[in-house]
């Protein structure tokens, strides 16, 4: 079984920092794409950032400057860097991992439970 479980969320004035781990835990052979997305009261969940197979990265453009995304490979974690935060990043925020369990297995796309990050203005 492979778990992702995310922590660092909590309530924070506007133009502050928080920071974000997921840890990924179970029976893993590979991760593969490790993201970040967001879903905010009322609207659909949304992507914030990835770090692709290939060790590109892809930032939602209203983070871009502000977000750092990173993973440790070794440990199996990955981490979201999030300053000048803004009221408008209030929202829960899942870890999204693609990962295989076996050599030569499917990959899956697993999710965290989410984190709340608040944003007070």
């Known amino acids: 079984q492979v778990q992702l479980v995310e922590s660092g969320g909590g309530l924070v004035q506007a133009g502050g920092s928080l920071k974000l781990s997921c840890a990924a835990t179970?029976?893993?052979?590979?991760?593969?794409?490790m993201g970040w997305y967001r879903q905010a009261p009322g609207k659909s969940r949304e992507l914030v950032a990835r770090i692709n197979t290939d060790g590109s990265i892809n930032y939602n453009d209203s983070v871009k400057g502000r977000f750092t995304i990173s993973r440790d490979n070794a440990k199996n974690m990955s981490y979201l860097e999030m300053n000048s935060l803004k009221p408008e990043d209030t929202a829960v925020y899942y870890c999204?991992?693609?990962?295989?369990?076996?050599?030569?297995?499917?990959?899956?796309?697993?999710w965290g439970q989410g984190t709340q990050v608040t944003v007070s203005s």
């Open positions: 179970g029976s893993i052979f590979s991760i593969n794409a």
């Open positions: 999204n991992g693609y990962i295989s369990r076996r050599r030569n297995d499917y990959i899956g796309s697993y």
